[in-house]
């Protein structure tokens, strides 16, 4: 959501990493994956202009695709909540919705970052368990 410069920037480092996961494949010591990315803006300058940041990020994040298609290779966006536009579910699912890419873009979900969105930590609004919410002992424990 940076300059034009800033995203251009970004849009190589894709580029870059692209090349890699091709070569990488094409070596056979990657049969498959993803590019990780995310939107390398801190939530507090996100909020500034939360609408105007999400659609540039959405657009940069669309011609990220372009070049990822041009390599064979596809994106994650990564559900981490320092991320700016990406710090909760809601605004991570508005934005990929924004991006419109759904054969190229996905969502990179480990147990670790969807556990903060649940808490809605960077997100309070969008905590899907109440503030008061706590972890019964022996709840995931195999019986």
């Given amino acids: 959501m940076g300059s034009p410069a800033e995203r251009k920037k970004f849009i190589d480092q894709v580029k870059v990493a692209c090349r890699m996961g091709k070569t990488l494949r094409e070596l056979g010591v990657r049969?498959?994956?993803?590019?990780?990315?995310?939107?390398?803006?801190p939530v507090t300058e996100w909020e500034k202009d939360p609408v105007g940041n999400t659609k540039k990020i959405a657009e940069t994040f669309r011609e990220?695709?372009?070049?990822?298609?041009?390599?064979?290779?596809r994106l994650a966006a990564e559900?981490?909540?320092?991320?700016?536009?990406?710090?909760?579910?809601?605004?991570?699912v508005e934005l990929l919705?924004?991006?419109d890419r759904p054969k190229l873009v996905g969502f990179q979900a480990d147990m670790s970052h969807t556990l903060l969105y649940v808490l809605g930590?960077?997100?309070?609004?969008?905590?899907?368990?109440?503030?008061d919410f706590h972890w019964e002992p022996?709840?995931?424990?195999k019986r």
């Fill in 121 to 131: 930590e960077n997100a309070p609004e969008h905590r899907i368990v109440p503030a």
């Fill in 64 to 73: 990220a695709s372009l070049v990822a298609a041009d390599h064979g290779e």
């Fill in 97 to 99: 919705e924004l991006v």
């Fill in 79 to 92: 559900g981490e909540i320092c991320w700016g536009g990406m710090h909760s579910w809601r605004h991570m």
């Fill in 138 to 141: 022996g709840i995931f424990t």
């Fill in 31 to 41: 049969p498959s994956g993803v590019i990780r990315i995310d939107s390398s803006a």
